[in-house]
C-alpha cells in the first residue's frame, strides 16, 4: 500500500533532530523525501539512520494514498520523543541549501532500497547540522 | 481498548498571534500495540490532535507510549468510527 506525508517540521536547532520517519505495525520502504526551505535561512542538514533506537512521541500516520483501509501505518515525528533520535553514524547523504524560502532538494530511492523495520531499530531522520530553517518536507513510502 | 485523555500541545510559536504555545486536550483510544514496549497506545484522530490556531498536529504529553494521530479520511473510516464510539462510551 502506497503512503505519503507532508509536514512543516519545528526544530530548526543545530545538533537536533528535523524530522523522524517510523514505521509502524509493519514494515516500510521509502521512495521519496523531500524538503524545501521555510525561512530564509542558510541550511545544512543531512539524511540517514539515528544512532540509537527512538522511542515515543506522537506518530503523525500517513494518508494512504491509495485509499485502501487497515490499521494504522507509519509516519513522521517532529519532536516530543521521549528517546529522541541521535546522530547517524553515518549520513547516507548531505545537503547546504542557500537560505531562501523555497529553496529545496528531493531524493528518491527504488522499492526496498531502504527497509524500516516495525519500529524495532533505528529510524531515518533528517539531522540539522547548523541552525537551520524549518522544513516544508514530503516523504512517500509502501507498507 | 480504554480511552485516554491527552494534552497536546502546539510549540510552533511563529505561526501564534502572541507567539505562545497552544495547549488543548482529547481522546484518544488504545488500540495499537506499540512494537518495543509492548505496552497499547493511543490512536487520536487527526482532526482532534489539530492545533486549534494553526494546524499543526500537536504533540501529546504522554510518556506511557507512543501516540499514532490517523488521518481524518475515508481510508480510516472503520477505526475513526469505532474511535468516536469508544469516546462517547467513556464520556456517558
Same mark, same amino acid.
Given at each position: 500500500m502506497p503512503y505519503e506525508r507532508g509536514d512543516l517540521t519545528t526544530t530548526a536547532t543545530a545538533a537536533s533532530v528535523s524530522e523522524e520517519f517510523r514505521a509502524v505495525g509493519r514494515d516500510a520502504t521509502i521512495l521519496e523525501w523531500g524538503i524545501a526551505l521555510n525561512a530564509a535561512t542558510a541550511s545544512i542538514f543531512g539524511l540517514g539512520l539515528s544512532g540509537n533506537t527512538p522511542a515515543g512521541g506522537t506518530v503523525a500516520v500517513g494518508a494512504n494514498t491509495a485509499r485502501g483501509g487497515g490499521a494504522p501505518g507509519g @509516519?513522521?515525528? /517532529?519532536? %516530543?520523543?521521549?528517546t529522541p533520535p541521535t546522530i547517524p553514524s553515518?549520513? =547516507?547523504?548531505? +545537503? %547546504? /541549501?542557500?537560505?531562501? &524560502? @523555497?529553496? @529545496? #532538494?528531493? $531524493?528518491?530511492?527504488? /522499492?526496498?532500497?531502504?527497509? &524500516?523495520?516495525?519500529a524495532a531499530g533505528a529510524s531515518p531522520i533528517i $539531522?540539522?547540522?547548523?541552525?537551520?530553517? #524549518?522544513?516544508n518536507s514530503y516523504i512517500k513510502w509502501e507498507e | 481498548m480504554s480511552v485516554v485523555e491527552l494534552t497536546f500541545r502546539c510549540e510552533r510559536l511563529t505561526s501564534h498571534r502572541d %507567539?505562545?504555545?497552544? *495547549? =488543548?486536550?482529547?481522546? %484518544?483510544q488504545e488500540r495499537v500495540m506499540d512494537p518495543l514496549s509492548q505496552e497499547f497506545s493511543p490512536v487520536v484522530v487527526a482532526t482532534d490532535a489539530m492545533c486549534p490556531e494553526c494546524s499543526n498536529t500537536g #504533540?501529546?504529553? +504522554?510518556? !506511557?507510549?507512543?501516540? +499514532? #494521530? &490517523?488521518? !481524518?479520511?475515508?481510508?480510516?473510516? *472503520?477505526?475513526?468510527?469505532q474511535i468516536r464510539e469508544a &469516546?462517547? @462510551?467513556? *464520556?456517558?
Open positions: @509516519g513522521t515525528i /517532529l519532536s %516530543g520523543q521521549s553515518t549520513f =547516507w547523504r548531505r +545537503y %547546504g /541549501l542557500p537560505g531562501a &524560502i @523555497g529553496n @529545496g #532538494v528531493f $531524493w528518491a530511492w527504488n /522499492l526496498d532500497d531502504i527497509i &524500516i523495520p516495525n $539531522w540539522n547540522l547548523q541552525l537551520n530553517s #524549518v522544513f | %507567539g505562545q504555545s497552544r *495547549e =488543548w486536550t482529547a481522546f %484518544g #504533540v501529546a504529553d +504522554y510518556q !506511557a507510549a507512543t501516540v +499514532y #494521530v &490517523i488521518p !481524518a479520511d475515508e481510508s480510516n473510516r *472503520e477505526s475513526i468510527s &469516546i462517547e @462510551g467513556a *464520556e456517558a
